[in-house]
């Protein structure tokens, strides 16, 4: 199957500061891309949809000034928590469909604010 | 109501059982189902995906659709205890994006 990396899959990070993650589609071209969170013990939740060459979609009451998305070209898209708190700590994982619509999903980024 | 209902679990059987895994949605609008298993810690891993009722299988794998009862099961023969794994199920429309299961944590057992 295709290969959807991430980067990096650990970060810690200061309260009030900001961290990127990046989404890389390895063998494939993604013109679109999806976001997640995930809390410890629960499913995914779908936090936005990365558009390459146009803005991001972001599902009901996720903040968009807060969680900033850039689909800079086919292949990556990245995620950028600004002035993170403790309450985002958690487990963001991107995917992206291949050509057949099979949906592949990164390995995770887990993000710790102190 | 959700969108998608999956037991949580915890399920746990023995090596070798055949396991059973359902989902039950209520918007008509799904047409493609999916099942992932999930590592601790871990991004969730493509395990069936399938468009139309029936089944699918594929190894020690079978996916079963049932549009008409808006019911998808996931059955794991002969279980190892390298399956234990959270397993999410996953539809969507047309659009690609997903809604998921909570998914079912699964044990299994020497």
């Known amino acids: 199957g295709a290969v959807v990396s991430q980067h990096p899959s650990w970060v810690i990070c200061k309260s009030g500061t900001s961290v990127k993650i990046e989404c890389r589609s390895l063998?494939?071209?993604?013109?679109?891309m999806f976001w997640y969170r995930q809390f410890p013990k629960q499913s995914l939740m779908l936090m936005a949809t990365?558009?390459?060459?146009?803005?991001?979609?972001?599902e009901q009451g996720v903040e968009k000034d807060k969680f900033l998305i850039n689909h800079a070209s086919l292949t990556l898209s990245t995620l950028t928590v600004t002035s993170a708190h403790p309450e985002d700590s958690s487990f963001y994982i991107c995917?992206?469909?291949?050509?057949?619509?099979?949906?592949?999903f990164g390995p995770g980024t887990r993000l710790t604010v102190t | 109501q959700k969108e998608v209902e999956q037991d949580p679990g915890p399920l746990s059987v023995p090596e070798g059982a055949i396991v059973s895994l359902n989902c039950t949605y209520s918007?008509?609008?799904?047409?493609?189902f999916m099942w992932y298993r999930q590592y601790s810690r871990k991004g969730p891993e493509l395990l069936m995906y399938?468009?139309?009722?029936g089944n699918k299988e594929d190894g020690r794998f079978t996916a079963q659709v049932d549009k008409s009862s808006k019911y998808i099961s996931l059955f794991i023969r002969d279980s190892q205890p390298s399956d234990s794994a959270t397993y999410l199920c996953?539809?969507?429309?047309?659009?690609?994006?997903?809604?998921f299961g909570t998914g079912t944590r699964l044990q299994v057992t020497l």
């Open positions: 995917s992206a469909p291949d050509r057949n619509d099979e949906q592949y």
């Open positions: 063998d494939f071209q993604a013109t679109t």
């Open positions: 990365s558009n390459e060459g146009s803005k991001a979609t972001y």
């Open positions: 918007n008509s609008a799904f047409q493609y």
């Open positions: 399938t468009y139309s009722s």
């Open positions: 996953a539809m969507s429309g047309t659009a690609s994006k997903l809604t």
